[in-house]
């Protein structure tokens, strides 16, 4: 089962009538960016988590894109058939994501004090650390070159494996901290 797409203007219809609008992009993503009435439940938290409707029968989901709630649109149409004990809602994708609901001229809260999401993080450290290396390596000294090799290597492996090293380290630092999340017991 998939969902309809619907434009931000008739997302915004339906919200003003409701339907519960659900941003599935990572919470730092959305504290720093997001559309008012929206609540955070990330794609990573789909499984275990309740859908936030309410009494609402409609849910609307959104992203940055549309491309990660179009990809997840069968994960995302079974969690609102188990919504509302089992009813179901009455579901659909936000086209283009909060980049169209802006274009559309419709509001968005924006929070520059909030971290960047730490995807975004991860690639300003890794193309900084390979463009500074291989600079280096081309002026300074050939063995500057490990700086991009050990870059590419490890972004293979973060591929591969789903495992980022330089996403554990940027955690760590202290304008993150507000990502982190506390550890069960």
């Known amino acids: ?101 802006r274009r559309a001229g419709l509001p968005v809260i924006e929070d520059k004090s909030a971290p960047l999401d730490l995807m975004r993080q991860v690639q300003i450290g890794a193309g900084s650390l390979a463009f500074v290396g291989t600079l280096a390596g081309a002026f300074v000294n050939p063995a500057f070159l490990i700086i991009p090799a050990f870059v590419g290597a490890g972004l293979t492996f973060a591929g591969v494996t789903g495992f980022c090293g330089m996403a554990r380290i940027l955690l760590l630092a202290p304008w993150n901290k507000s990502l982190r999340r506390p550890v069960a017991a």
């Open 1 to 101: 089962m998939s969902l309809k797409t619907i434009t931000p203007a008739d997302a915004k219809r339906l919200i003003d009538q409701g339907a519960v609008l659900v941003d599935v992009r990572d919470s730092a993503e959305h504290a720093r960016e997001r559309i008012p009435q929206a609540r955070n439940l990330s794609l990573s938290q789909l499984d275990e988590a309740e859908l936030p409707v309410g009494e609402s029968q409609t849910v609307l989901f959104h992203c940055k894109s549309g491309m990660r709630t179009l990809s997840n649109a069968d994960r995302l149409a079974a969690k609102a058939g188990e919504a509302k004990a089992g009813e179901g809602c009455e579901a659909f994708i936000v086209e283009g994501g909060i980049d169209a609901w």
